[in-house]
C-alpha cells in the first residue's frame, strides 16, 4: 500500500506504515493537507489489524520537519483563523497519540516547531547525531502554542528547557536531547539506518496494548488539570506582533516587536 499525497508519502511495508514528509526543498514545512494525511495514516493503522507500527520521517536528510509552512498564516483574516488552526493541529497530536500502533519518530536534521511537536507525540524518538531541536516562534513569528501542546512539550523536555528554547530562541542538540529524555537512541548517519531497523524489530515485537495502555495512562496525567486557553490564543493571533512576524518571515526580514 502507497498512498502519495500533496507533499506527504504513506508506505506500507509489510506491518509497518511509514509516513515521509516529501518538501525537502521546503525543509519539510508542513501544510494543512498534510496534517489532514497524517490524521488519515492514523485512522488507516487504527482499522488495519495487520499494521504493528507507524513510523514519522523527513525526505531529503535535512530535516524531519521545520514546522508549519508560514505562507499558510497569510490566509488568516481574524483570531478566529488562528483558533480553528491550533484546534486543528492538536486534533492531529491527538490522533497520534491514540493510534493502536506504537509510534516511532525517525529524526534526521532539523527538527522544529509543528515537527517538534509531532516528534513529542510519539513514543519513541530516535534521531542522527548532528540533529537540531528548536521552537522560535518567538523570534520568528510571535504566535503561540496552544495548552494542549505546551503541556506535551514540558512533559517531554521540561518546562524549564521549554520556556529556554522558546525565550531564548536556543536550539537543543541530539546529544542534549538524548541526555533530557527526548530521544531514546542517537547514531551516526551511516550507522542510523541500522539503528532505526533495530528500534523498528523492537516495537513491532511489542504488545500493542501494553504500549497503548501506558502511553493513554501518561497521556491521561498529562491532561487532567489542563484548562482552556483561547482567550490567549485571541490575543497573539489578533495581534499586530503575529502579522509583523509572519510578513516579515517571508519576506526574510526580522520583525520588530511591538507587544501589542
Not at 58 to 82: L, R
Not at 146 to 165: K, Q
Request: aromatic content about 6%.
Amino acid at each position: 500500500m502507497t498512498e502519495t499525497h500533496e507533499d506527504i508519502s504513506i508506505i506500507r511495508h509489510g506491518d509497518t506504515l511509514d509516513v515521509v514528509f516529501n518538501r525537502p526543498e521546503k525543509h519539510n514545512a508542513l501544510t494543512p493537507q498534510m496534517y489532514d494525511a497524517i490524521a488519515g495514516a492514523c485512522r488507516s493503522a487504527d482499522s488495519d489489524r495487520e499494521i504493528r507500527l507507524l513510523t514519522l520521517r523527513g525526505a531529503g536528510g535535512e530535516a524531519f520537519s521545520a514546522g508549519s509552512d508560514i505562507g499558510h498564516f497569510q490566509t488568516f483574516s481574524s483570531f478566529h483563523d488562528g483558533l480553528d488552526y491550533e484546534s486543528r493541529f492538536v486534533g492531529v497530536l491527538t490522533e497520534l497519540e491514540k493510534v493502536r500502533v506504537p509510534t516511532l519518530a525517525v529524526i534526521d536534521g532539523v527538527c522544529a516547531g509543528a515537527g517538534l511537536l509531532l516528534a513529542a507525540a510519539c513514543d519513541v524518538r530516535i534521531a542522527t547525531h548532528g540533529s537540531l531541536f528548536c521552537l522560535p516562534i518567538a523570534r520568528t513569528l510571535g504566535n503561540s502554542l496552544s495548552v494542549h501542546s505546551v503541556a506535551l512539550l514540558a512533559d517531554r523536555i521540561g518546562s524549564s528547557r521549554l520556556m529556554s528554547l522558546v525565550a531564548r530562541a536556543g536550539v537543543m542538540s541530539s546529544d542534549e536531547a538524548l541526555r533530557n529524555g527526548f530521544l531514546s537512541d542517537c547514531a551516526t548517519e551511516t550507522e542510523f539506518a541500522s539503528l532505526t531497523a533495530q528500534v523498528s524489530r523492537e516495537l513491532l515485537a511489542a504488545a500493542p496494548m501494553t504500549v497503548w495502555t501506558i502511553r493513554e495512562s501518561l497521556r491521561r496525567i498529562r491532561t487532567r488539570s489542563i484548562t482552556d486557553n483561547d482567550d490567549l490564543m485571541r490575543m497573539i493571533y489578533s495581534s499586530d506582533d503575529f502579522k509583523a512576524g509572519v510578513d516579515g518571515f517571508l519576506r526574510g526580514e526580522r520583525p520588530v516587536w511591538a507587544g501589542v
